[in-house]
């Protein structure tokens, strides 16, 4: 038995001295590579991603550059992290990175890459991409839709007055999340949460779809794990995904019935009346189209309005109060801006941002700062080179969104909020910062992503996002909860959680004060 025990010890050792030998050899050797920190075996360079992983991988691109190789356990992937480069990867070799890498949960919750952000690039990918920017997202329907997400912040802004009256504190994330998911509810199933038992089955399915996507799960990066459960990701996620199908059956039939006895009393719905869920079920039993359209495809996509629509815009709101909080003289300018154009008698519209290049200045440094994807996921289809190096097919790539918006050879003041830069002005003619776009086309800045896989949905997000921070300062003063007053010398604590979008470490806590009275949704 000793004897067993002793050979087991020296296979085992010679084993481990094996990998060691190969994985020198392999970092000396592959020069056709970026270049990257050491790569320890088995996990590779997964130890180096902690605490928050957009932040070290910036401070190893400070050291190994802007194109840098590393491998999480048993993935090779290459870091993006300037602007040049983004260009190089997102737009010159655009056609051979138009996948996106699959995990567990990516899998599980796209219903096997039957969605809009998870399937491959290819006939399907392209009949949802037409879809959503042609007939979801298509300024038409978000016109129709306006009145939703004017009703819906009238709302949320009339629950802070009250608040204000009784000078109670707001969590303002939650309310923010409260608003975003009742947005996305009634225009995509035109089913409000009224009460507060619905309300809460919604946001808190969300909230776990978010927390099981951003779960470090082994299966997903050390290759004799993969089809192991062993910190029961899996289970969370077919848990999850079941009470969501039961939720979406319940809310189809609901619709299947409705259209029914529309159809058989001769009153079919219009164009105008529709939701995006109608939009889908007509898709879905039209039988001339080549790409039929399934339940469970209806159900992914649906799924990708929600996780795309809901946590991001109310994370960026959260973010843009807080900056504002911190920076009362660029408070007071956005309010004077407001004030002027839409005035104190009414609540500020969609239809004024034309007019407000302040508060519109003021989301493009927000989303410089914090974007809510911090980064951008690409797989290589096949292998090409950039300069000297050679990206092998299956390759991950990151493009590190949040690293591009602190380029200090870029920005001037790179970490200081300062929303003027994007201000257009004989001072900003000359860098061209004031005509930055943040929908992909210029690589500084990229909260929405790039090009095919680019995020069809930054129009209605910029819609929601700018009129909400303009409802909330233009009617209330925001009282810190532990400050005297929202002017404290005292700032907001800006620390980044460790989610999987770019949220907040600690909540925003402060009791709204209405500034205008009468109050202008009274």
Not at 75 to 83: H, R
Not at 147 to 164: C, D, G, L
Not at 505 to 515: E, K, M, Q
Request: aromatic share 8%; net charge neutral.
């Amino acid at each position: 038995m000793a004897d067993f025990q002793g050979w087991g010890i020296i296979v085992f050792s010679l084993i481990i001295s094996t990998i060691i030998l190969r994985t020198i050899l392999r970092n000396r050797t592959k020069s056709s590579l970026p270049p990257g920190p050491f790569r320890l075996p088995i996990i590779g360079h997964l130890h180096l991603l902690a605490p928050i992983p957009h932040q070290a991988l910036h401070k190893l691109s400070i050291r190994y550059g802007p194109l840098m190789h590393i491998s999480l356990g048993s993935n090779p992937c290459v870091i993006v992290s300037s602007p040049q480069m983004a260009k190089e990867f997102l737009k010159t070799h655009e056609a051979s990175l138009s996948d996106r890498p699959q995990t567990v949960a990516s899998m599980h919750l796209s219903y096997n890459s039957q969605d809009f952000m998870f399937a491959p690039y290819g006939p399907y990918w392209k009949f949802v991409k037409k879809l959503f920017m042609s007939d979801l997202l298509g300024g038409q329907t978000l016109d129709l839709l306006q009145t939703v997400r004017r009703y819906e912040i009238q709302s949320m802004i009339n629950v802070m007055f009250k608040k204000s009256l009784a000078g109670e504190a707001v969590n303002v994330g939650g309310e923010l999340i409260r608003l975003t998911n009742n947005v996305i509810s009634s225009m995509v199933m035109r089913k409000r949460s009224e009460s507060e038992e619905e309300a809460g089955e919604v946001r808190k399915l969300i909230k776990e779809v978010f927390e099981t996507s951003g779960i470090f799960n082994l299966s997903d990066f050390i290759w004799f794990c993969k089809n192991l459960d062993l910190q029961g990701v899996k289970k969370r996620l077919v848990d999850v995904r079941g009470r969501y199908d039961k939720m979406m059956d319940r809310i189809i039939e609901e619709h299947r019935h409705l259209r029914m006895k529309k159809k058989e009393g001769g009153n079919e719905a219009d164009a105008p009346s529709k939701d995006f869920l109608d939009i889908l079920l007509d898709l879905y039993e039209d039988e001339s189209l080549e790409i039929k359209l399934s339940i469970d495809k209806i159900k992914a996509i649906v799924l990708d309005m929600f996780t795309a629509g809901t946590d991001t815009s109310a994370s960026v709101i959260e973010w843009t109060l807080a900056e504002l909080i911190n920076h009362p003289s660029i408070m007071e300018r956005a309010r004077l801006e407001i004030d002027t154009v839409v005035g104190k008698s009414r609540l500020v519209e969609e239809s004024d941002l034309v007019n407000l290049p302040y508060l519109q200045a003021i989301v493009k440094e927000t989303l410089r700062l914090h974007p809510s994807g911090p980064l951008i996921p690409r797989q290589a289809s096949e292998g090409f080179t950039i300069g000297n190096y050679y990206i092998p097919a299956g390759t991950r790539i990151f493009v590190n969104v949040w690293a591009l918006g602190r380029d200090p050879s870029y920005w001037e003041n790179a970490l200081v909020f300062k929303p003027e830069r994007f201000i257009i002005s004989s001072e900003n003619e000359t860098s061209g910062k004031g005509q930055l776009d943040v929908r992909g086309q210029h690589f500084h800045l990229l909260p929405f992503g790039s090009g095919r896989r680019g995020c069809p949905g930054a129009t209605l997000a910029l819609k929601i996002v700018q009129t909400t921070i303009a409802a909330i300062i233009q009617c209330f003063e925001w009282n810190v909860v532990g400050n005297e007053a929202y002017k404290s010398i005292t700032p907001v604590n800006m620390e980044e959680s460790k989610a999987i979008t770019l949220s907040r470490a600690h909540p925003l806590i402060c009791v709204p004060v209405a500034r205008l009275c009468p109050f202008p949704t009274i």
